[in-house]
């Protein structure tokens, strides 16, 4: 893009899902972002449309004065919500509506897309920059799309959690059945894990961190 986006433009881009990416607005204002390579609208039904890697750096800088938008376009529709995957404690912990499910899904597939356009190779078995970059949100997602259920404030579910040790993130999850599963469905979607044990509690948790290769 040669200039910097119209103030309409920077409000669709600033309210695109922190996770995936997923765009809100008007088609034109939508068309517009993927002609200036912003964006691209997803080949698969419902065609949502989702920031390119330069859409995430111009939503990730700070803003400047942009220019005034032009008259003829209409103003970005207010957000209804920001999706954010779960990553254990929350209020909402194991409630999945239909609802849920249906965004979560849908944030998957995003990411996936995502993968595929910004891994050199175009694989989508392997994490991508963003993921590396958001590591807790990235795991997280991973293991709510595979149906594992995330911890409510107390009791059982998993909890995605940073670590002091670079590209990896500790997931805890009190049943060791459970933990278990979640190291497969981590290691199916391209994460290095390994089980370990905290000395002081003796609880078993796992490390993962995110594949190169």
Same mark, same amino acid.
């Given at each position: ?92 912990? $194991? =409630? *999945? ?5 249906? !965004?979560?899904?849908? /944030?998957?597939? +995003?990411? #996936? @897309? ?53 590209? $990896? =993130? *500790? ?5 060791? !059945?459970?933990?278990? /599963?979640?190291? +497969?469905? #981590? @290691? ?26």
């Amino acid at each position: 893009m040669t200039r910097p986006p119209t103030a309409a433009q920077r409000r669709v881009i600033d309210a695109a899902d922190p996770v995936t990416g997923r765009l809100r607005g008007t088609q034109t204002q939508l068309a517009t972002l993927v002609k200036y390579g912003l964006a691209f609208r997803h080949p698969r039904p419902p065609h949502d449309h989702f920031l390119t890697p330069a859409g995430h750096r111009i939503r990730e800088s700070e803003p400047t004065e942009p220019p005034p938008a032009s008259p003829t376009e209409p103003a970005a529709p207010a957000a209804t919500g920001v999706f954010a995957a779960r990553v254990g404690g929350e209020p909402e912990g $194991a =409630v *999945a509506s239909p609802a849920r499910v249906r !965004e979560v899904h849908s /944030a998957w597939q +995003g990411l #996936l @897309e995502l993968r595929r356009m910004t891994n050199p190779d175009g694989s989508t078995g392997r994490p991508c920059g963003w993921e590396r970059s958001h590591l807790v949100p990235a795991a997280a997602l991973a293991l709510e799309a595979a149906g594992h259920r995330p911890a409510g404030p107390d009791g059982p579910g998993y909890r995605v959690r940073a670590t002091p040790q670079p590209e $990896a =993130v *500790a997931v805890h999850e009190p049943d060791p !059945e459970a933990l278990r /599963a979640c190291a +497969g469905t #981590l @290691e199916g979607a391209g994460w290095q894990v390994g089980e370990y044990t905290e000395p002081r509690t003796r609880a078993r948790y796992l490390l993962a961190s995110p594949r190169r290769v």
